[in-house]
T-cell receptor
Framework: GAGVSQSPSNKVTEKGKDVELRCDPI?????LYWYRQSLGQGLEFLIY????????KSGLPSDRFSAERTGGSVSTLTIQRTQQEDSAVYLC??????????FGNGTRLTVT | GDSVTQMEGPVTLSEEAFLTINCTYT??????LFWYVQYPGEGLQLLLK?????DKGSNKGFEATYRKETTSFHLEKGSVQVSDSAVYFC???????????FGQGTELSVKP
């Protein structure tokens, strides 16, 4: 596609439910990144994929968070047993090798 | 570890004023440096970059010079416009790829 696509754009869920966030990177981009943006916390790195493997997942805040990437393309970020502190905008980005990152518009997650 | 520090916002300026947003970094190696911009309601966009010491990145009237001796990458613009109102993020990344490390962001508001 023309850019990084994320879905849904907005998600409201109840505390304790699981959620899945989807990212479609730019076609051909080998690297994919997930970030979290919340008020007062700036942009927080979560995980980085190169192809289907994740050489850096140091930013995942707890074992409730997981991510996978299949076919070197689409990625899903799963948050289990959501908590109110998980409320944030989740951003996905992709890049080709060392080229600059291109960001999607994000998924705004609200946990009630 | 590696980190980026930006001046705190919000920064409020009148149209045509001179803009400086300070950014300093701490790095164990020799990263590339970036400025990203997030306009209201939009995703993060790359504004400019510099890949080595003394390089100057420029775009849309904005400039930043990679200063290794002061570990800085300050963003400047000679005459801001209302349309420049946005949040600006300084970031570093190693040339071997991997994650972007962001500063906390600086909100700029330009008044007519």
């Amino acid at each position: 596609g023309a850019g990084v696509s994320q879905s849904p754009s907005n998600k409201v869920t109840e505390k304790g439910k699981d959620v899945e966030l989807r990212c479609d990177p730019i076609s051909g981009h080998t690297a994919l990144y997930w970030y979290r943006q919340s008020l007062g916390q700036g942009l927080e790195f979560l995980i980085y994929f190169q192809g289907n493997s994740a050489p850096d997942k140091s930013g995942l805040p707890s074992d409730r968070f997981s991510a996978e990437r299949t076919g070197g393309s689409v990625s899903t970020l799963t948050i289990q047993r959501t908590q109110q502190e998980d409320s944030a905008v989740y951003l996905c980005a992709s890049s080709l090798d060392n080229s600059p990152l291109h960001f999607g518009n994000g998924t705004r997650l609200t946990v009630t | 570890g590696d980190s980026v520090t930006q001046m705190e916002g919000p920064v409020t300026l009148s149209e045509e004023a001179f803009l400086t947003i300070n950014c300093t970094y701490t790095a164990t190696g020799y990263p590339s440096l970036f400025w990203y911009v997030q306009y209201p309601g939009e995703g993060l966009q790359l504004l400019l970059k510099a890949t080595k010491a003394d390089d100057k990145g420029s775009n849309k009237g904005f400039e930043a010079t990679y200063r290794k001796e002061t570990t800085s990458f300050h963003l400047e613009k000679g005459s801001v416009q209302v349309s420049d109102s946005a949040v600006y993020f300084c970031a570093l990344r190693y040339n071997q790829g991997g994650k972007l490390i962001f500063g906390q962001g600086t909100e700029l508001s330009v008044k007519p």
